[in-house]
Antibody, heavy 117, light 112 residues
Framework: EVQLVESGGGLVQPGGSLRLSCAAS????????MHWVRQAPGKGLVWVSR????????SYADSVKGRFTISRDNAKNTLYLQMNSLRAEDTAVYYC??????????WGQGTLVTVSS | DIVMTQTPLSLSVTPGQPASISCKSS???????????LYWYLQKPGQSPQLLIY???NRFSGVPDRFSGSGSGTDFTLKISRVEAEDVGVYYC?????????FGGGTKVEIK
């Protein structure tokens, strides 16, 4: 059974940092591209970032470029999102999602990030 | 960025009746390789999104056949032939042809 389990969310002050993790199991993680998608409270889905299967290529939404860094450790079957210089507008549930031949075939349960003083 | 526009914003449906959601993209989602990268997701209350339909009309594993997708180019439709209580939630379309990946604003489906 495919499982994606996010962790690392929490309350952080504006300007602070957090690192999210997404532990994958039930599939060959090293063959999949992975993404982060976020959802602000009561709002829709917004794509944040993606990384290719070996970690050599990454892309970001303009709203997080230069502040967020996506990475992965295929030996640990884990995806990461390092979030720096956090702003109030980064408050959201952050989902990791897998992409094999199909975008977002599996999603994690999400982890809530709250940026507030 | 490609803008995805969904209508209606919300839908109230009697169980057993059909429902239809429209999604329009600001640019064609037809790739030069022949595939059209339009996806449909359902986010049930309190849950993560789940994939329903990929590449316009292909049902994902385990998705009931009452769900169907159609369309081409920039105009797409998700149809539920007979709505059931478990179909409530917010439906999102998404384009996968170009970064940034973008979602429609969502259509909330509720049961009458």
């Amino acid at each position: 059974e495919v499982q994606l389990v996010e962790s690392g969310g929490g309350l952080v002050q504006p300007g602070g940092s957090l690192r999210l993790s997404c532990a994958a199991s039930g599939f060959t993680f090293s063959r999949y591209w992975m993404h982060w998608v976020r959802q602000a409270p009561g709002k829709g889905l917004v794509w944040v970032s993606r990384i290719n299967s070996d970690g050599s290529s990454t892309s970001y939404a303009d709203s997080v470029k230069g502040r967020f860094t996506i990475s992965r450790d295929n030996a640990k079957n884990t995806l990461y999102l390092q979030m720096n210089s956090l702003r109030a507008e980064d408050t959201a549930v952050y989902y990791c999602a897998s992409s094999g031949a199909i975008y977002f075939d599996y999603w994690g349960q999400g982890t809530l990030v709250t940026v507030s003083s | 960025d490609i803008v995805m526009t969904q209508t209606p914003l919300s839908l109230s449906v009697t169980p057993g009746q059909p429902a239809s959601i429209s999604c329009k993209s600001s640019q064609s989602l037809l790739h030069s390789g022949g595939k059209t990268y339009l996806y449909w997701y359902l986010q049930k209350p309190g849950q993560s999104p789940q994939l329903l339909i990929y590449e316009v009309s292909n049902r994902f594993s385990g998705v009931p056949d009452r769900f169907s997708g159609s369309g081409s180019g920039t105009d797409f439709t998700l149809k539920i032939s007979r709505v059931e209580a478990e179909d409530v939630g917010v439906y999102y379309c998404m384009q996968g042809i170009q970064l940034p990946l973008t979602f429609g604003g969502g259509t909330k489906v509720e049961i009458k």
